[in-house]
């Protein structure tokens, strides 16, 4: 089974290093929080679809994997 990747875990790659966060971005339009968005709000609504999901880039500090989460 497959450890979670936060900031410190092991790297699933080379399982010597250590993964870092570099970086983070607002995740892209869902498609599905716009519709429940519509139904409960009405048109305004819709701007819920562009609300994402926080995602989070991690890197290991000895081989370069990075990762998305």
């Known amino acids: 089974m497959a450890q979670p ?3 410190g875990s092991p790297c699933p790659r080379c399982m010597i290093g250590y993964m870092r966060s ?3 971005r607002k995740g ?5 929080k716009a519709l429940v968005g519509a139904v409960i709000a009405g ?5 819920a ?3 994402g999901k926080k995602k989070i880039t991690y890197a290991c ?3 370069g ?3 998305e989460k």
Not at 28 to 32: A, D, E, I, L, N
Not at 43 to 47: M, V
């Open 65 to 67: 994997y990075t990762v």
């Open 28 to 32: 892209g339009f869902s498609g599905g």
């Open 5 to 7: 990747i936060n900031e």
């Open 61 to 63: 500090n000895r081989c």
């Open 43 to 47: 048109p305004i609504g819709l701007a």
């Open 22 to 24: 570099i970086g983070e």
């Open 49 to 51: 679809g562009a609300l």
